[in-house]
Structures are given as C-alpha cells and as structure tokens.
C-alpha cells in the first residue's frame, strides 16, 4: 500500500489532518490515508441497530462502560488506526473533545462488499493486537448474521456465526439479541 513517493504518517498526524477535513470518513493503514466509501441504507441501518443494542444491553447490566457508534479511532499502531462501525469500552468516560478512544473491550464492523476481506484480514488481526479487546463483531447485513471472534486464554479463538439467540459478550457481561442487530 505505501508508495516511496509518499511518506508515511503517524497516527497523531492523520487525527490533526483528519479534524480538518470538512467530509470524508478516513482510516490509516500503514502510514496511509484510506477514504472509506459511501454507505448503503442497509449498511447505516444494522451500524445503528448495534450501537442501541450495545447501549441498551450496557444500562440492563448496570456496567460503567460506554457505546459508541462511528466516528471514534482505535489506534492499532503507531501508523495505523481504524474507524469501527460501533465499539464499546469500560472505565471512565473518554473525554467528549477525544478522537480516539484507547482501550476498546468489543470492537464491532458491518461487512461491506468493499470492505469483507478488510474487516476479515487485517482489521480483525489488528483489532486483536489490542490487549483490551475482548470480542470482535463482524455483522453481514445481507445474511443477516454475525461472526463472532472472542479472545479466550489469551488468544483469538474460531469465530461462532449466529443468525439467532443471543450474543454473550463476556467481559463485560453483555447480552445481546441477533435479531435486534437486524431489526427494520
């Protein structure tokens, strides 16, 4: 992906840059700015569908952790940083002028055509490098399925790909209905 015509950038550089970009949702990879493309209804729709449901499961456990849907980094590597579609985190709340929240327990991607073999390689390799996340969701609007990647014994463990029932996402203690991830 890097070209030795342009240098790399940090992370810290593409957040400043980023603040100043009047429209466009970007991620960085390697040092390089990626546009992410536009968004089908559908698409919008189950991301909105996942952050209520992780908000509304967060309140019924009575947990200190927040939901947020798109818009805030995780920071992978120093040159690498990735906009998931929705991601919880426990503790004190991140401060409302952050861009990045640091420490993501569940990080949550909606499968795109552009974006499967992304949100299946590196993204889900990347996500798992973090010592703080627990689960990594990968929603297929189409199927209407989620696969489930859990961290267990310290390592990433096969995913289970539900279409019903419930999602136990453990730590933090939330549960989650699939159909409510697909409702509309």
Known sequence: MKTASKPAITVDEFLAWSEGQERGRFELFAGEIVMQQ????????VKGNIYVA????IAQAGLKCSALMD????????D???EPGALVYCGERVPGSSLEVPNPVTVVEVLSASSA???MGYKR???FSLPSVQHYLVADSERRLVLHYARGDGHEQLPRILSEGSLTLDPP???LKVSEL???
Do not use: C, K, M, P
């Open 38 to 45: 536009s968004e089908r209804i559908a698409h919008v729709s």
């Open 54 to 57: 992780l908000r509304n499961a």
């Open 71 to 78: 818009g805030a980094t995780v920071r992978i590597e120093d």
């Open 80 to 82: 690498t940083a990735f």
């Open 117 to 119: 073999a992304q949100d």
């Open 125 to 127: 390799r990347g996500y």
């Open 173 to 175: 203690g939330l549960e």
């Open 182 to 184: 697909f409702s509309g």
